[in-house]
């Protein structure tokens, strides 16, 4: 069961892929994490306990890398929810990549086996094969895609020249991204994951600091590879195992489905296992077992909202 038919009582609710949000007033709002799983810009299915861990994830990644960037975070008064600044997104999000992967006309090793050489404003080697680790973790801009279409893909040149940002913010923006994603990986190879790529996005607090928002290194915002496979897979010329996302749009993948029309059915045991992988994901990278608050979500989260003095 998800939150989305659960009326708390505050007014201005908007809604994403998978979160709720709400205006609190003072500059805050509440950010509430649904079990809704999207894939193919499309909501396929409640997975229990994702938001949980989508949320309970994100807060404790916000905590460890506090020391690079600040980020919107006020309290977290519930498993599902954040109290969050108000501030403004930058128009421009960014994606890290530290392997050569993708299938997708826009992904880099697809433009890459066509003889592409210079990609998002960078250089690449002769001889790179798919899915093995690049030089160095290359930062690709992207804008963001509005109701009608993808994001553009921009070099780091053209958000200057373009005018999305200014030298000084992107100079900050590109900086922390790169921070980010080394401490990502750290984490990711102490759990036994390799942390393929990932998406950051930032916004502007009222004070004019840039801040990180959204979500960092989860399932939902990041690829990550299992360690223990990785070569020995790739050798044999099979895709890495995936420990993310990806694991149900693969499922969906081997049933012929891509996006396009109806959502085919799938085993119901997918989603059970979706939740599982979820799960342990949180505990591999936090170290910590996984406490699920009480289930379902919205009789749970109106009385702990009522509790932090949020509802009245």
Same mark, same amino acid.
């Given at each position: ?29 509440? #950010? @509430?994490?649904?079990?809704? &799983?999207?894939? =193919?810009? +499309? ?7 994702? !938001?949980?861990? $989508? ?116 100079? #900050? @923006?590109?900086?922390?991204? &790169?921070?980010? =994603?080394? +401490? ?7 759990? !036994?994951?390799? $942390? ?117």
């Amino acid at each position: 069961m998800t939150f989305d038919s659960c009326d708390i009582g505050l007014a201005g609710k908007r809604s994403g892929k998978v979160r709720d949000w709400y205006p609190l007033g003072d500059g805050k709002r509440l #950010i @509430v994490t649904t079990d809704r &799983l999207s894939a =193919f810009d +499309r909501a396929l299915a409640a997975v229990a306990y994702k !938001g949980q861990v $989508l949320n309970q994830l994100a807060a404790w990644w916000f905590d460890a890398t506090a020391d690079i960037i600040g980020n919107h975070v006020v309290s977290m008064p519930d498993p599902n929810a954040i109290v969050a600044l108000d501030v403004e997104p930058l128009p421009i999000e960014v994606i890290v990549r530290g392997y050569i992967t993708g299938v997708t006309s826009t992904a880099l090793w697809y433009r890459y086996s066509l003889g592409e050489r210079s990609i998002y404003g960078y250089d690449f080697p002769e001889g790179l094969r798919k899915n093995q680790p690049l030089p160095f973790p290359i930062v690709t801009p992207t804008t963001k895609g509005g109701p009608t279409g993808h994001d553009e893909r921009l070099s780091c040149a053209e958000v200057v020249g373009q005018g999305h940002l200014d030298e000084a913010t992107w100079t #900050i @923006v590109h900086s922390a991204a &790169l921070a980010l =994603f080394a +401490r990502g990986q750290e984490r990711a190879k102490a759990a !036994g994951l390799a $942390l393929v790529d990932t998406k950051y996005e930032f916004g502007r607090a009222p004070d004019g600091s840039i801040l990180l928002i959204d979500e960092v290194h989860t399932p939902d915002s990041s690829r990550y590879w299992k360690a223990d496979s990785y070569r020995s897979r790739v050798e044999a010329g099979l895709e890495p195992e995936c420990f993310d996302k990806e694991f149900v749009r693969l499922a969906f993948a081997e049933l012929g489905y891509r996006g396009d029309g109806p959502v085919p059915p799938v085993r119901e045991s997918l989603w059970d296992e979706t939740s599982a992988l979820y799960r342990s994901a949180y505990e591999r990278l936090t170290g910590k077992a996984f406490e699920p608050g009480e289930y379902p979500v919205g009789p749970r989260l109106e009385r702990n909202l009522r509790a932090a003095g949020i509802l009245r």
